[in-house]
């Protein structure tokens, strides 16, 4: 008969391989014949020191522990003795292996399986925004509006736009400066007051901005709140109809 061959490294540690050499002989845990199961390993680990496995020394000592049972069993027994029988601690150790074994089984099959998942239900959390219950004078605007005149007259650069009142009169309309303020809130929804103003906007072209502003909060078109972080008015639409 043909000596089977066994890659060590298949299996789990040396109950891994006892426990398959039980299975493949149809035997009990609990009634292993000692004899043939031991000679069946000593085959399997033939060879073993000069293999790569990393714990070669639990199968040696697995090894040794069979043929002290295995010369315990075959020794003669005096008629009235009740010692424990030899394989019983090895049955035991068997028994809690394949255990274990067969749960991790279980689990490894069922890793991704709906049925043994639990989801906790979503839960919509709602964050209500405080209303805005401050109440802002004209004057209020009129000292932040002075505020970005001051600091445009602080610019050591003069603007291109600087010499209109000398060579002429400059023209904007409220309703153009409307129109801009609109597009502006269409693409960011929440505007400084500030940015209402950019750098190369002239003079005539701010107060027509800043006279839009006040246009468009008295016909209740957008709001003016007052953002402490910011240290500046926060201009926001509420609809907007051109």
Sequence with gaps: MEKMQYKLESFNGPLDLLLHLITKNKVSIW????????????????????????DTSEFLVMAAQLLYIKSKMLLPK????????????????LAEYKLFKEASQNLRRNEFSSRYMFFKPEEKIEFPLPEYNRHHEVDELLEAFAAVIARRERRKK?????????VGREKVSIDDMVEKVCRMLDNRQRLEFLALFPAQDSKPEMIATFLAVLEMIKLDKIKAEYDNDAKDFIITAKKISR
Excluded: H, M, N, W
Excluded at 31 to 54: C, F, K, N, R
Excluded at 78 to 93: C, I, K, T
């Design 158 to 166: 003069p603007e291109k736009k600087a010499f209109f009142g000398i």
């Design 78 to 93: 005096p008629e009235e003795d009740d010692e424990e029988d030899p394989r019983e601690d090895l049955a035991r150790r």
């Design 31 to 54: 009634d292993i014949p000692i004899v043939e199961i031991t000679q069946q390993y000593l085959e399997a680990i033939e060879g073993i020191e000069d293999s790569a496995l990393e």
